[in-house]
């Protein structure tokens, strides 16, 4: 047992309260002021914040989820702990059945296992069910449709362990799909072109979330409405990429005024050259190059971002974010999407010891994840 005192704690209502934390068995068992339970941390004029969760994240240190064994996943695990995640979804994009199904018989080897660093809680399949149309850095030549690929094939070579699932609305079967599924995992419409009148059909079906909000999607029109107004209107969660570059900082301020920090999920979308210098790099069946901090394919697609989820918390806070919902929409939010918010995403008693210890100028201290000092 441990306690940290002193710190600035964002607590479970996400508001600051100078406030002590002790520590049990992976667990936080005590908060309250005063404590001074088996070992002492000082934390005196830090924040102690709920660690990240990272529900959107390709790759890192040269590892691609899609391709990978364990050795890559745990590199990532390790990488991302630094950078304030505790928590991760692995993310595999559009490839073949056979590639996706071993992609994920990796990955939950991985789970089973365990890693070094943030626990890897699912994993995100972010196509193929996506349109050719907004196919983004997806092979064109390996989307389908979900009538073209079983879902529960690829679901029993990951163990169950899908928790989101990327899909367009306007794709043949797509609302066969998503009322099928809507209960078993999380939904989110992306890489789509479909009208107001469609999303707006697959929100009420089940879908509840949107991929990385204005990218990959037709842009906002006052008369033509597509994926992000029906968002707004269907009460959908959104993810945003926070790295200012796939979505500029005044774009993100309208999102968040748009939305609310209730209804905002940060992500990264980090390709597997994160954490890694300039250079070129294969990802997803392409070569990307690495320059001025971001990755493109050769004709100039963005393709992933570059930037940790910390950073992405921090470059909403500096555009004029209140800190606590920056850093609920990199917690809480995502852990809530995928159905662990029970255990991980805030801090409260009787949830997972995962928490980052940082300065006032937001320079990471310390990472814990299940109470282990990383």
Not at 270 to 294: C, I, P, Q, R, T
Request: charged share 25%; glycine share 10%; hydrophobic share 40%.
């Amino acid at each position: 047992m441990y306690t940290i005192k002193n710190a600035n704690v964002l607590n479970e209502n996400f508001i600051f309260e100078k406030t002590d934390i002790a520590v049990e068995d992976k667990k936080i068992v005590k908060i309250a002021p005063k404590l001074f339970l088996g070992d002492i941390i000082d934390a005196d004029e830090c924040y102690l914040l709920p660690g990240l969760v990272n529900i959107h994240t390709h790759g890192a240190m040269g590892y691609d989820a899609t391709e990978c064994n364990y050795k890559g996943i745990n590199a990532m695990s390790k990488y991302w702990a630094k950078t304030g995640t505790t928590s991760f979804l692995p993310t595999v994009m559009t490839a073949p059945q056979s590639v996706l199904c071993s992609a994920m018989e990796r990955i939950n080897k991985a789970i089973e296992r365990g890693v070094d660093g943030a626990s890897v809680v699912g994993i995100n399949m972010e196509g193929p069910y996506l349109s050719e149309r907004y196919k983004g850095a997806h092979r064109p030549d390996w989307l389908c449709t979900s009538k073209e690929l079983d879902f529960d094939t690829v679901q029993e070579a990951a163990g169950g362990n899908i928790r989101l699932v990327t899909i367009a609305p306007e794709l043949d079967g797509s609302d066969e799909f998503i009322r099928k599924y809507a209960r078993k995992v999380c939904i989110s419409l992306g890489h789509s072109n479909a009208d107001y009148e469609t999303c707006m059909s697959a929100f009420e079906n089940g879908a509840s979330q949107v991929t990385h909000l204005f990218n990959a999607m037709p842009s906002v029109h006052h008369r033509d409405l597509h994926l992000i107004e029906a968002a707004y209107d269907g009460g959908a969660m959104v993810e945003l990429i926070g790295d200012g570059l796939h979505v500029k900082s005044t774009t993100a301020m309208m999102a968040y005024k748009l939305f609310g920090p209730d209804r905002m999920i940060l992500i990264n979308d980090s390709v597997n050259a994160a954490g890694l210098g300039e250079g070129v790099y294969d990802f997803g069946g392409y070569e990307v190059v690495v320059k001025d901090g971001v990755a493109r394919q050769a004709d100039g697609t963005i393709c992933g971002g570059m930037a940790s989820l910390w950073d992405c918390v921090k470059n909403m806070a500096s555009w004029g974010v209140r800190l606590e919902d920056a850093v609920k929409m990199a917690s809480y939010n995502p852990a809530r999407q995928i159905g662990l918010s029970g255990s991980i995403g805030s801090i409260k008693e009787g949830k997972d010891a995962d928490f980052v210890i940082a300065t006032n100028k937001l320079d990471i201290k310390d990472v814990f994840i299940k109470g282990r000092k990383i």
